[in-house]
């Protein structure tokens, strides 16, 4: 009996539904709605992707202060790098953090030789000791003569892997690099750059978060969890202060040694243009991709219904994760026979 009712009911629904579908004007209503629905996604992503030709930086060094400094931490390599770089084209005096004193030394070579009225001081910091009382303390004393308008938050480590295998250590140091750095620095720093904030001068704060951020990644799932971490610090502080210069970025792919310096594709950029691009958006948005092509991407990507996305970054980055094996099972060949030899 039951059975038969249930039938009874499924085929006078499917009587009804074809009775109403075959309505012309239904027809007609429903084709209208999915045109307008698709030319909005593809309106708001040519939108976003056009604002990239139009947006003009500001005259950085006047909104910030002549003669005033930004600090970058990771500035011995990569995006870091890059950005002390354009910053000191732009004027700005620069403190550079980072472990490696060599590596720094060649930095601060590089940009006093390109701009020689450019003052460069270094800070040996190891973050994956920033743990330790007093690390970030030592840091704001060693600059604190100096009139520091930008910070610069760039310092990372990233990590993919099934998370069941990833080592504790790698853990605490994805977390200490991606997050307290960030937490702390800011925390330390405000204060001054409160205090320098007038009606004419403002301070920054550039905060490197990731496109990771956006929606939780399979295999590289502390990485974007630290990275969303960055974003919603970033973003809450913006909001709290909107008398300073927040911004979060948030880049997909970028040729550094971080992603074994990918070849440049349509998703790939150097860190000359995501640098370029970024700092046009400075003072002017709360986060961004920092560049059309990631930018296009993050849009695509954020369309996409939540099943297909998953699906489509799980098999991406599973490839990627094996690739990652594979150069590390190669590199580690090559030191075991390095070392018999
Ligand atoms: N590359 C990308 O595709 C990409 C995409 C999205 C977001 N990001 C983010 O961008 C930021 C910079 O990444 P990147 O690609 O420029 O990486 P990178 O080329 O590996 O450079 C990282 C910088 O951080 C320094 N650093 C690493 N560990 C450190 C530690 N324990 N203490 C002090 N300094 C340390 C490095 O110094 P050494 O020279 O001594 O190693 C280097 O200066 C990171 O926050 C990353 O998550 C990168």
Aim: net charge positive.
């Amino acid at each position: 009996m039951g059975h038969f009712l249930s039938d009874l009911s499924l085929s006078s629904a499917k009587s009804i539904f074809n009775r109403v579908y075959s309505h012309e004007n239904l027809q007609k209503a429903l084709f209208l709605t999915g045109l307008a629905y698709a030319s909005w996604n593809i309106l708001s992503v040519s939108s976003k992707v056009l604002s990239y030709a139009f947006t003009t930086e500001t005259n950085l060094i006047s909104r910030y202060g002549v003669d005033s400094w930004a600090l970058v931490t990771g500035a011995s390599d990569g995006i870091g790098k890059e950005f002390a770089l354009q910053l000191a084209r732009r004027g700005f005096n620069i403190v550079l953090v980072a472990r490696n004193e060599e590596k720094l030394s060649a930095v601060r070579t590089e940009i006093t030789t390109l701009y020689p009225n450019i003052r460069v001081r270094i800070v040996i910091a190891d973050f994956s000791n920033c743990a330790e009382e007093g690390f970030f303390e030592r840091i704001e004393r060693e600059t604190n003569d100096l009139d520091i308008s930008i910070l610069l938050n760039n310092v990372g480590d990233a990590c993919i892997e099934e998370y069941h295998l990833v080592p504790y250590e790698k853990i605490r140091n994805v977390v200490l690099l991606n997050c307290l750095s960030q937490a702390l620095m800011t925390r330390v720093f405000l204060p001054r750059l409160i205090a320098r904030t007038t009606n004419r001068i403002r301070s920054a704060i550039l905060d490197v978060s990731s496109m990771a951020s956006e929606q939780p990644r399979p295999y590289l799932q502390l990485y974007a969890a630290t990275k969303t971490f960055s974003l919603f610090l970033s973003e809450g502080l913006a909001h709290e202060h909107p008398n300073l210069d927040i911004i979060s970025l948030k880049p997909g792919f970028i040729a550094t040694k971080m992603i074994g310096n990918k070849k440049l594709d349509m998703k790939v950029c150097t860190s000359e243009q995501f640098v370029a691009s970024s700092l046009r958006y400075l003072g002017k948005t709360r986060a961004t991709n920092g560049h059309w092509k990631h930018q296009y991407l993050s849009t695509f990507l954020g369309a996409l219904p939540e099943s297909m996305l998953i699906k489509r970054l799980k098999t991406n980055l599973y490839i990627t994760l094996q690739e990652v094996r594979a150069g590390q099972a190669a590199a580690a060949n090559a030191a075991a026979a390095k070392s018999t030899n």
